[in-house]
């Protein structure tokens, strides 16, 4: 391992911000993680996953732990099921696609989100129907304090939309090694029914689809509407769908009846963000080399050399823009990072 000094991060996160790290090291294994860990418990760290869910909103004063851990296993199966296990620094999409390789079921409709396996649990990410709660069992996590690794279950993790126990009461106290996933061998779960999966499956002339068919289905529909990072700096969905109850969607589709929603499970109704924000007028907007992206309006874009406080700026006046005219606040999905209290760790 090599701590280098006054690292440029543009390449380690997916918005492209040129923030530099007063030192950097990647670790590939969880015994150079304590070691590191252990010869620097007195300074200021931040862990660095896939970069995906993150902005840099100035030059990081602390060191930087890369997350490089590799491998993936099948730990145990079944004729109906297996578990698999995957290190926390395998990328999620060659993750999900090696799943589909070998025909186990579950992930395909979390097809092409960016980022590592290592850092999906902390977001509980999900797309199209399905989260990684649905799928997951159990994962191994570093304890920032001993240095012991730690299993947690799901019912650990405590997930709810977009959270997990590692955003809340535990927030930078673990590092996430591991994941282990239950997935189908046959008789797949196949769900069509979320946003515009049944129609590009038909339009392909598929009506009973697998799961390749599925996880096909929705990397084409990603690829419509999300830039690819690699050309247009960018992390996403910036912002989260909000969730509102009964009381509060009444009143909100009583005066906006065209308005996208979807149920959810106890009864509240989530309203697409990104709806919210194109009828505030800012798709396709630009603010110097910060923007909105033109298809998407939920996806805040790097054109080339904006700051995270640039980025920033911008979230906070479509934060505040939707609010005004809506009613309802919105808030960032992404991590927004910055300041760092001492003694802490942080997970992008």
Request: with cysteine; hydrophobic share 40%; net charge negative.
């Given at each position: 391992?090599?701590?280098?000094?006054?690292?440029?991060?543009?390449?380690?996160?997916?918005?492209?911000?040129?923030?530099?790290?007063?030192?950097?090291?990647?670790?590939?294994?969880?015994?150079?993680?304590?070691?590191?860990?252990?010869?620097?418990?007195?300074?200021?760290?931040?862990?660095?996953?896939?970069?995906?869910?993150?902005?840099?909103?100035?030059?990081?004063?602390?060191?930087?732990?890369?997350?490089?851990?590799?491998?993936?296993?099948?730990?145990?199966?079944?004729?109906?099921?297996?578990?698999?296990?995957?290190?926390?620094?395998?990328?999620?999409?060659?993750?999900?696609?090696?799943?589909?390789?070998?025909?186990?079921?579950?992930?395909?409709?979390?097809?092409?989100?960016?980022?590592?396996?290592?850092?999906?649990?902390?977001?509980?990410?999900?797309?199209?129907?399905?989260?990684?709660?649905?799928?997951?069992?159990?994962?191994?996590?570093?304890?920032?304090?001993?240095?012991?690794?730690?299993?947690?279950?799901?019912?650990?993790?405590?997930?709810?939309?977009?959270?997990?126990?590692?955003?809340?009461?535990?927030?930078?106290?673990?590092?996430?090694?591991?994941?282990?996933?239950?997935?189908?061998?046959?008789?797949?779960?196949?769900?069509?029914?979320?946003?515009?999966?049944?129609?590009?499956?038909?339009?392909?002339?598929?009506?009973?689809?697998?799961?390749?068919?599925?996880?096909?289905?929705?990397?084409?529909?990603?690829?419509?509407?999300?830039?690819?990072?690699?050309?247009?700096?960018?992390?996403?969905?910036?912002?989260?769908?909000?969730?509102?109850?009964?009381?509060?969607?009444?009143?909100?589709?009583?005066?906006?009846?065209?308005?996208?929603?979807?149920?959810?499970?106890?009864?509240?109704?989530?309203?697409?963000?990104?709806?919210?924000?194109?009828?505030?007028?800012?798709?396709?907007?630009?603010?110097?080399?910060?923007g909105v992206h033109e298809k998407q309006a939920l996806v805040l874009v790097n054109h080339g050399n904006a700051s995270g406080q640039d980025i920033l700026a911008l979230a906070q006046k479509v934060m505040a823009a939707v609010e005004r005219k809506f009613n309802i606040a919105i808030s960032p999905e992404v991590n927004?990072?910055?300041?760092?209290?001492?003694?802490?760790?942080?997970?992008?």
């Open positions: 391992m090599e701590i280098l000094k006054e690292y440029s991060l543009k390449a380690h996160n997916t918005f492209g911000i040129d923030a530099k790290a007063r030192a950097y090291v990647a670790v590939s294994s969880v015994e150079e993680l304590r070691e590191v860990l252990e010869a620097n418990r007195h300074q200021q760290i931040l862990v660095l996953g896939g970069g995906s869910n993150m902005l840099l909103t100035r030059d990081i004063e602390a060191l930087v732990v890369h997350m490089d851990i590799k491998g993936k296993e099948i730990v145990r199966e079944d004729e109906d099921t297996v578990w698999v296990r995957a290190m926390a620094g395998e990328n999620w999409h060659d993750f999900v696609l090696w799943t589909l390789e070998h025909d186990f079921g579950g992930l395909e409709n979390l097809s092409l989100i960016p980022g590592n396996t290592g850092t999906a649990p902390i977001q509980n990410i999900g797309a199209y129907g399905v989260e990684l709660k649905d799928t997951f069992v159990g994962c191994e996590a570093l304890d920032r304090n001993t240095l012991e690794l730690v299993p947690f279950s799901k019912e650990e993790c405590r997930f709810g939309y977009r959270d997990s126990v590692f955003k809340s009461v535990k927030k930078d106290a673990y590092i996430i090694t591991a994941v282990t996933f239950e997935l189908t061998k046959k008789n797949h779960r196949i769900a069509t029914g979320y946003g515009a999966i049944e129609s590009e499956l038909r339009s392909r002339g598929i009506h009973d689809p697998g799961i390749k068919d599925v996880s096909q289905a929705v990397i084409a529909i990603r690829n419509r509407k999300l830039p690819d990072p690699k050309v247009l700096g960018n992390s996403g969905s910036f912002f989260k769908n909000p969730v509102l109850d009964k009381k509060e969607f009444q009143t909100f589709i009583e005066n906006h009846g065209e308005a996208p929603h979807y149920k959810v499970d106890n009864g509240s109704f989530k309203v697409p963000a990104g709806w919210l924000i194109e009828q505030c007028g800012f798709k396709g907007k630009r603010f110097g080399d910060a927004l990072i910055g300041q760092f209290p001492t003694g802490k760790v942080w997970n992008p």
